[in-house]
């Protein structure tokens, strides 16, 4: 009987949060697929439970097939997808280093400003935003860069690059160069294939077409890169020695790194299962058809695509906001009135272009049709 | 009609995730608040969404409170726990400053690590595991250090330290050097009184007493030090100075960084409103007779405790493993036929200790007595 059951039972007087139930068609995060909201709510297990170490064991192993890899390294960092590139920098780059990389947006950007913050000697090549990367520009910039990054899926601009065709004329020239690949908006939306393509390290986030909420960043590093990692990096919590000997089971013994968000990866080991039942490949078709009727839809609208044609991602259409027309006035309404968020753009289009997601359980022909009627009706047209 | 629909449609063939039922009365992650839980599954929202922002604001007025603390650089940070200390050493610590680290625990050790690797010029001062902080000895280390670092409750040992002693001995001599303090098992278990004490830095976790899932480290920066902050420090992710212009919405703007882990956000402000709802003081109250109570049933089942008496954490407490007892099959043999966890000891203690938490929504009278009844049964008591 202790003095606190004197008390009187709480009562529920602080604000909670308003349930409004947005349908999120903006650059990320989209709605989760159900099965992994589902698993948010389940017990918690501990981080060290032989139980949940299954379910990690699995994650990775669904990881491994949604990158097309069989990198051993291969895990969701705890953190949310930039987390992935700061790691890849982290890791990988020691003072001095040449680092080509290549900038078509917002995200090649800042991988400028994260290898830089950990002593790279970085050579940007720049591009248009909304162009794709141009292969032969990115190898031309440094006879024998370190590592070469790209973005496979710009999230600014909607742009997809060929990174495939990157990491084999970055290795034909040079097979102890790595690539680095940016694959946030990407992974389990358009095809991605680590292995053979040859890319060294890649990261994702998962509130994108994973279909969880933000939160982990899935991470993968190729035998090469692993050999020539850092023996102990600037940075404790994304040291991936010591990541590794808690993630990695095989050798039979495990060490406490961190506490892993344990409700996280239960949630993107469901969402993984979901797309591998549904099959991957049906996967990315789904983004596919849904990305081509929202384009034709728009063009019906009369409205303008931004990014280069040919190299439209299907997962995230950029468009032209009309002249005249109020870009956030546009979103406010469709938020108000439609609870359906779209994004604005990046940097220097943030009014000018708008950017709409289909991605993971939102890759769908209702949400295709949702935010074409909305915005015929919002732009009178 | 996209080719995608001539599928069959998905069947469950990919194994879930067991739902095991455990009470984790481990050293953390402790089962959630329900409110916790619920929160989770709530629809998602976009993390830059008005009614987001609005809940985002609102955790971190109630972080204020639970800190006990007016600084307006108060936040989630997107991490677990750990991330915490990083950030804490990555923006206050530049190459060469002398760092006092007071280590008598693991993450005392820790923090040794973490401020080397940015530079930090660290000078240690040993404590025997189980013993709590001694303020005089950390003065005496060094006459002019630029930070002192010392754990509040030590999670590998079950000690409490006196912080409000040792940041007034720091801040008398020198009003001029960072106190930075690990709260990761004291905030909202036990009083913590940030500005009462002057402590410049501290973080936590969520996984602890909060009764989240962990996932997010709670921070909060004094003027002081954030006036002492690194313009640029080589962590990008961690940046405060970016950070701060997403989360800090009083200029009236807010610049994206990186996606908000929006639904465990959720699930703090949720937390947060029932500890508040509760009442700081009788959530202390509940935590310091549920230890009290365990501590008594352990003493009746002739088991002897680790931390120095006077200085025990009611959260977690350490108890010696009797002699010729297997720790390790105890804790198997409670997590199969119990459901129940309990934690193993940390370092040097791993076989000779164990750990019971009783953290947030677990510090109650039945948790204890499900523990006591389940050890007594095991250990043939």
Redesign the interface.
Known sequence: M???RR?PP?????????????V?L?P??S??YP?A???????????????FLR?LD?TCA?LRVVWGTENARTLPL??????G??AAF?NFVRPGDVVVVAVNGLFGE?MV??AG??GGEVVRVDHEWGQPVDVERVLAAHPAPKVVAAVHAETSTGVRSDIGALAVAVHTRDPGALVVADCVTSLAGIPVSIDHWGVDVAYS?T?KCLGV???LAPFTVSERAWERRLP??????LDLNLIGAYVDGSNGGRTY????????I?SL??AL??V????LE?VW??HR??GE?LREGLGELGLELFAAEGHRLPELTTVRVPDGVDSAKVRQIL?SDYNL?IGAGAGAFATSVWRIGLMGHNAR?DRVELVLGALRRVLGR
Chains 1, 2 share one sequence.
């Open positions: 202790g003095p606190y008390r709480p009562v529920r007087k602080v604000q909670g949060m308003a349930l409004v139930d947005r999120l903006g990320g995060p709605n989760p099965e909201t589902a698993a948010l709510g389940a017990p918690l297990l501990g981080h060290l439970d032989p139980e379910v699995e669904r705890s953190g949310t997808g930039s987390i590139m700061e982290a800042r400003d994260v913050r950990y986030g509130q909420a933000p939160g102990k990096p600037p940075t404790w919590y790194h961190h506490t892993a968000p344990v409700a996280m239960a080991h469901a299962g979901r591998l039942e549904e099959g049906t078709e789904r058809v849904a009727r938020l968020e022909l």
